[in-house]
């Protein structure tokens, strides 16, 4: 059994790890420079508005001073899916753990802090993204983040 403790909101300094984190996921899905850096400029600039209008939150675990993984949480206004009519929803986003730290119940715990936040904020849960290795598999075979 392993215990994991819980991860730390990110502030604005710590931007960078988030985005260091999303690199190394691209790269372990097989895109090329031309496809991530593009990738990461945008996910810099939603970052940074969604952790100033809060609308969105990232979570990052340390190991011995250094980031090993995180996740997004992020806010929308509403939805409309098959009748489903929600006012206020959450998704869970860019889930990632470095492979070295893989299968310790990091994640899962990473997500569950990540949920937490989008309840804490008044929203209705929506399904989760397919964990890392789906994800990635999506990722390298064409499909969208």
Same mark, same amino acid.
């Given at each position: 059994?392993?215990?994991?403790?819980?991860?730390?909101?990110?502030?604005?300094?710590?931007?960078?790890?988030?985005?260091?984190?999303?690199?190394?996921?691209?790269?372990?899905?097989?895109?090329?420079?031309?496809?991530?850096?593009?990738?990461?400029?945008?996910?810099?600039?939603?970052?940074?508005?969604?952790?100033?209008?809060?609308?969105?939150?990232?979570?990052?675990?340390?190991?011995?001073?250094?980031?090993?993984?995180?996740?997004?949480?992020?806010?929308?206004?509403?939805? @409309?899916?098959?009748?489903?009519? &929600?006012?206020?929803? /959450?998704? =869970? #986003?860019?889930?990632?753990?470095? !492979?070295?730290?893989? +299968?310790?119940?990091?994640?899962?715990?990473?997500? @569950?802090?990540?949920?937490?936040? &989008?309840?804490?904020? /008044?929203? =209705? #849960?929506?399904?989760?993204?397919? !964990?890392?290795?789906? +994800?990635?598999?999506?990722?390298?075979?064409?499909?969208?983040?």
């Amino acid at each position: 059994m392993f215990l994991v403790a819980m991860a730390i909101r990110i502030t604005e300094s710590e931007f960078q790890h988030v985005l260091a984190l999303l690199r190394s996921m691209l790269v372990e899905a097989g895109l090329g420079k031309w496809e991530i850096d593009p990738w990461l400029a945008k996910a810099a600039a939603r970052l940074a508005q969604n952790h100033q209008d809060g609308t969105g939150a990232y979570f990052l675990e340390y190991v011995d001073g250094s980031p090993v993984g995180m996740v997004g949480a992020s806010l929308h206004d509403h939805h @409309a899916f098959l009748s489903l009519k &929600i006012q206020r929803y /959450g998704c =869970v #986003v860019d889930a990632y753990v470095l !492979p070295a730290h893989r +299968r310790t119940g990091l994640e899962q715990q990473l997500r @569950a802090d990540a949920v937490a936040w &989008i309840r804490q904020a /008044g929203a =209705v #849960v929506l399904d989760a993204p397919p !964990p890392n290795v789906a +994800r990635l598999a999506a990722i390298s075979g064409g499909g969208k983040l």
